[in-house]
Structures are given as C-alpha cells and as structure tokens.
C-alpha cells in the first residue's frame, strides 16, 4: 500500500510560480513509477511528467522547459516546480505511483491539489 498527499496548489497570475508537493507513505525508491499527471474542467486526465527511480525525468511537449520534477528522499517526497505558468495549466493536479508486485502493476493516487492560473 502507499498513500501519497499532495499539496501546494492555489491561485496564482500567468507568468507566476508554484511548487508542489507529493508525500509518500514509504520510501519513494521503492515506488517503480512516480508521475504528474494533471486534469482540467471536460478534458481527459494527462501525464505532466515523470521521474524514475535513477532520477531520470521526462515531460510532456506542453510543458516546455516550464515545470521540474524533483525529489526528496529523506522526506519521501517528490515535488513538481511549476513555472511561468500559463492560463491553460489550470488543472487538479495528481501525483501517482505504480508499485510493481507479483507482474502486476498496483496504481496508487493522490487526491489531487487545484492549481488556477488566472488574473
């Protein structure tokens, strides 16, 4: 089982700054997969990014340089900094982890933390 928390969204201007955050309840390395994925009112869930579990981060095109995904294990913690942020990266955002067990791959959610981007 892992519960992860997230936190840090609100409202910010365009061109503004926040940084999320996303605890787990065990160590983050034995997580397999830890993701960003995001929501916004009538679209589909998608993916925001990711990082492994040897650091190596990828992010969706829509991003552009603009957000970064890092991590604290000590504190068991991956975090999405979110830059220059624009209207359209309005979203609940969600932190997942994927477990691998027995083949299979157990999915884990956070509940989501609202990020408004407006004026």
């Known amino acids: 089982q892992v519960q992860l928390v997230e936190s840090g969204g609100g409202l910010v201007q365009p061109g503004g700054s926040l940084r999320l955050s996303c605890a787990a309840s065990?160590?983050?390395?034995?997580?397999?997969?830890m993701r960003w994925y995001r929501q916004a009112p009538g679209k589909e869930r998608e993916l925001v990014g990711l990082?492994?579990?040897?650091?190596?981060?990828n992010y969706a095109d829509f991003v552009e340089g603009r957000f970064t995904i890092f991590r604290d294990a000590a504190k068991n913690t991956v975090y999405l900094q979110m830059d220059r942020l624009k209207l359209e990266d309005t979203a609940v955002y969600y932190c997942?982890?994927?477990?691998?067990?027995?083949?299979?791959?157990?999915?884990?959610w956070g509940q989501g933390t609202q990020v408004t981007v407006s004026f």
């Open positions: 997942y982890g994927g477990v691998i067990d027995g083949g299979l791959t157990r999915d884990y």
């Open positions: 065990r160590n983050i390395f034995s997580i397999n997969y």
């Open positions: 990082i492994t579990r040897g650091g190596i981060t």
